[in-house]
């Protein structure tokens, strides 16, 4: 049993039952789910999370799936949280933790909410997923879908990483490889999706990814014994980490684990990706798409999220920030993590440690501060960009 009680939208709030599979709202708006926080409350203590087992399922009653025997699992979530004082003395920080989401099952973040779109896929029924998707996600869906049996459709960018066009293909996804980016992927599938009966899992355009991604912010929590820090800092392309923490954080704030206190939540994308970045230092609401998006970080090569207008509204309600860095930075970023803690990490983890380095000169994070970066995948799926050239 679960204790989402409804499906809503944070736009105009027309809502929806569960137990119906779900897109956008008819308003054109990504949807949430709505919990039950009296009833979390009296069911679970916090106390309790410790016995059990090391996956983002520990909060299942954060989680709208209904049967756990419809759970599609590899093991994803309760990744480490990683005290790096190399690091942090390099940026003058008091305290420095590097979330290591390189250690989900196909070695990227994606896998939390790919987890639970699966399985709520599974619990309602569908025989067939599509998702649109810069590298990673495509990979997940590819290896979630074969767990639970389910057929996959993956369209990728045909310059995607290498790592992530030879796991959708293993996986055994009907993989189209497409001359554009992952915007122009969406496009292809939004066309076609309804001929051919697929359920939709792009980026906030189905409501279960976000919660499976919030699991970060509710494992970030209890990791620091529900003491949040100053600043968390978020490589973001859709935004669905950024935005799916953030409704985290308020959802353990309902049931009392944690207080009103917030950290400034940090947007960071590259320097020729950045609408986000550009909406943002402009006082928009909304992104506008940017155009000729490149960068080496798959991830944030996204020139038009769904969710903008979320993202935009997470930074500003926290007193957060965006900000843009180059590929040459992140290069070199990998490259001292890599020798200062020993952690091999993807161009989009290096774009946060080269957040910090601007954010702490700039004195926008000052000494007495404790940060939180992620990062999101492993570097190894990244060798044709980093690796050495042969
Ligand atoms: C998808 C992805 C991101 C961006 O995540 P969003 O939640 O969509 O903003 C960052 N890093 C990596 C490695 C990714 O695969
Ligand atoms: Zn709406």
Redesign the pocket.
């Known amino acids: 049993m679960t204790f989402a009680t409804k499906i809503r939208c944070p736009r105009c709030a027309r809502e929806y039952p569960l137990g119906k599979i779900v897109n956008t709202c008819r308003c054109g708006s990504p949807l949430t789910v709505d919990y039950d926080a009296a009833k979390i409350k009296n069911a679970l203590d916090a106390s309790a999370l410790k016995r059990r087992e090391a996956t983002l399922w520990r909060y299942r009653e954060f989680l709208p799936l209904n049967d756990d025997r419809n759970r599609v699992s590899l093991g994803e979530g309760f990744t480490p949280l990683l005290d790096t004082p190399r690091l942090a003395k390099e940026f003058s920080l008091r305290r420095l933790w590097i979330k290591d989401e390189a250690q989900n099952p196909t070695g990227?973040?994606?896998d939390r909410g790919i987890a639970l779109a699966v399985s709520l896929a599974k619990e309602l029924g569908v025989a067939k997923v599509a998702i649109p998707s810069?590298?990673?996600?495509g990979a997940s869906l590819a290896a979630y879908a074969a767990r639970a049996g389910i057929e996959a459709h993956v369209f990728m960018p045909k310059d995607a990483p290498r790592a992530n066009v030879a796991e959708a293909e293993q996986y055994g996804a009907r993989l189209t490889l497409v001359d554009g980016l992952i915007s122009d992927c969406g496009r292809l599938i939004a066309e076609r999706k309804d001929a051919e009966g697929w359920f939709d899992v792009s980026?906030l355009k189905e409501p279960y990814r976000l919660e499976g991604?919030k699991t970060m912010g509710l494992e970030i929590a209890e990791q620091l014994e529900w003491q949040l820090p100053d600043v968390i800092v978020?490589?973001?392309?859709?935004?669905?980490?950024?935005i799916g923490m953030w409704k985290g954080f308020a959802e353990l704030e309902a049931v009392g684990w944690i207080g009103a206190r917030r950290p400034r939540m940090v947007s960071v994308q590259a320097e020729h990706c950045a609408p986000i970045v550009r909406a943002f230092n402009e006082g928009k609401e909304a992104a506008e798409p940017w155009k000729d998006a490149r960068t080496i970080?798959?991830?944030?090569r996204?020139p038009q999220a769904v969710a903008d207008f979320l993202i935009l509204r997470v930074l500003r309600e926290s007193g957060g920030t965006a900000l843009a860095v180059t590929d040459e930075e992140m290069l070199a970023d990998i490259r001292l993590a890599a020798r200062l803690e020993g952690l091999f990490l993807?161009p989009?983890g290096a774009a946060c440690v080269a957040a910090l380095r601007r954010l702490t000169k700039a004195g926008w994070i000052g000494p007495s501060d404790t940060a939180l970066i992620f990062n999101?995948?492993s570097g190894l799926k990244y060798l044709d960009a980093v690796g050495p050239r042969m």
Not at 134 to 137: D, E, K, V
Not at 234 to 242: C, W
């Open positions: 990227s973040f994606k810069a590298g990673n996600a980026t991604k978020y490589p973001t392309g859709g935004g669905t980490g950024l970080a798959s991830g944030l996204v993807c989009e999101t995948a």
